[in-house]
């Protein structure tokens, strides 16, 4: 037995991390098991190390609790046990621990801040060059967003044909020389010319992510994890049973003590043809059993929904599967699922060729405020077509577009409600109306706070009447030119005029 | 007996009138039934006559055959009967005959020439004074319209709470003078203060009408004539069973020889809450027996479709059930009916407060172009909020929109198809494109036309591949500016640039 004591500062939601050296004879991404009980006085976890080569072993540990821990740590191939102790701090500037789902549609940090998610995607920004990285988190910085969504595997699809920086696993890729835009889809799913153990990791790969987990922290940005995806030419998502289960719990192992981690199993599991449900729900598991911390868990679909209903699903990651609507229908997934519901891919504002990557900033910002208003979450996206092939979606770097500025707007405007989230208030004709998602008695007809979105309608004016003895604050909001117009009190039945234009918004306040 | 032989000109699909005076004792609405039988080489049609006051009986007849017609009449108070002859010369310039059902899906007049309707609604445009009558039809010269919608009784409602022209029946109508747009709907089929004889029809309010329709006719234009509709304070939509079919009966009989009209049985018929089904399958009937010449019969809903797939029924006259979708889903229409899909009511461009009439004049085009490309038929209407209440959508007049432009542009497109029609060719991903609505056996996979919407989505670029062997010519097509550009011809797989805008489509022709 050998005894620390650890000095350092461990905030509460911080990484508490051990090292520990040990030649091993085997393979020590394999066989060899390592693992921490962590006890304070109001919890004890066991959570599992990795090898993070050089012979270094590493336990990492998430504490909830501003508290003195104790803990022990193994290491199975030796007799030895490792002992410390250290304490707690407070939890820093910023940090609120992990985000949880609360009252039932909507999301708070553990400390009950509430977490409205407004989300990005950029498949796999952390995989590029040091510089893309650096402009990717720049322009994370302006605060337009507070979760993204990135791969740990590299990404092969349209526009994304170069290497990563890293790869995952010990070994060569194929080689990709000879591909080309018209000719990439030959090579999906192929993994001739590729030869990886995939029982020998890249620590580097994942240290290079971790990096990336940490400054997206720093931002106050959450790590939405895509773990598994289609977009393959390495051969990483045709592994099999047993290769995928070591993949999943090394990952977990070394990912699950950051607070700002979510976890999706995959971008579009119903791509992944050698995959069944049986092996999705075999991952869910893995992840129940190996992430302590219990982080947010979805799955994100192409053309039909996952069973959102499974209970390992903390929330709803959808991808819209038709055409024209998916945040009008999000008041009917909250009924169906009885879960948060958030649009993880409802269109990408873009120019490219694809159907799903080519709309207008204004018809994005539009599905966010619908998406808003009956109480769900919008999710964004960036593909427009450039000759350099930098696409915010997969590679990050800057925007080019219009709808980050107005999505920052609603963040702002979705901050600013009075309780956790909103919902939908059914039978107003002709507007999504939005009122405080908590319970109100049948009794209550008249609510504290209305947010009402018309959308791509246009009226010159609307009427409203609530009851005869409120009085209301009325603001008129500009979603698109992100104006808002005091409009001063009204009581019983008043006239707003409007300006005739689309995207605009009413906040209705009772004073 | 008496005879006559008419040697004023009869054009084919004309209306031959022969008036006859008599006194009547009794009410000659009511008590004296006047009918004629018309013979030619090729027909024989027994069509009802109508009294038009001043001691005035008319029977009106459309004859479909450069024949020579022979005609006896017969007023049943009297033991005279009345014959006659006259000969049909060819329809002139412009007289293609009334409008048919054509290749299922489409319409074509009765000479063969396809009509492709793109309708308007003016509810009430014929009631309203001389010079705005004037100026609605200096406005349809435009050429933006081939179809209209218009109501035999005057309309009440917000913005409509004038008084017509003339009123249907000898009567006086109730008070108007406190009527206010707050306040209208309190009067909604409120009857007090009306008095009518519903057993007398006032004839100059039916020839007006017929005036209007005559003028429509010298423009090309179809008269969907809307024969019921519940917004009234004159109690004209809750007659009697025997009421209402004296009044169907006699505007059968005035107006069924007028080869441009279509009937509508009503607009909104679920809004009329005394009409049950069995009302408008009554109705229905008196159509099929008293307009000899089958013109195309429809009747337009509110909440619910009626049941389209009624035998009576030629055509599917929709109003939109859903706030997002409507022409997007005319592929659905055509498969579960059958019948050719007019949308007559997709949302107008405009800005009043209610939400079918505050669209943008870009958001109706998209919705004719989607309707046209999955093998259906938009409608247009105008509201934008005036000061002086006339917006074109009940009273006509002017037009301040943008959209009707863009309309006649789509007219040109369309009219210049190679067949009746187009339809919806499934399963091209991203795209709404059209084929020409012929049979095809299953073989054929590569056709003559293709016209290809985009919407609102906005590639850069787009890749085409439809054989090895044929030649196609291109046209990029920009909807909103109405620019026509050629790009040349192609063979095999082949890329078209695209300006990353909303509201494009392409041409495709095999050369």
Redesign the interface.
Known sequence: MESFTFTERVERWGVFECTLTAQIQKNPFTDQKIQGTFTSRSEQKDVDGFYDGNGEFRVRFMPSFEETYTFEISLDSTEVTWEGEFSVSPAGKGNHGPVRVADTFHFAYEDGTPHRPIGTTCYVWELQSEELQKQTLKTLSEGYFNKIRFCIFPKHYDYNLNEPISYPYEGTPMDSSVLTSDNFNLYTGKTEGNSWDFTRFNPEHFRGIERSILALQELGIEADIIVMHPYDRWGFSSMSEEEDDLYWTYLLSRLSAFRNVWWSLANEYDLMETKSIADWERYANLITVHDPYSHLRSIHNCKNFYDFSRPWITHCSIQRTQ???CS?EVDQYRTRYKKPVVLDEIGYE???????G???GK?LVRRFWEAACRGGYGGHGETY?REDRILWWSHGGVLHGESQERIRFLREIIEDIPTTGLKYLPGR???ICAIPDIFTPGSVKVYDYYLIYYG????????YYFDDESTFSVEVIDTWDMRVENRGTFTGKFRIDLP?K?YMALRIRRV
Chains 1, 2 share one sequence.
């Open positions: 055409m024209y609507v009008e873009g120019t490219i060729q694809h159907g799903w080519n709309l207008s018809e077509y004709s002709d507007e791509y309608t246009r009226p010159s004016f609307k009427e005739g689309e």
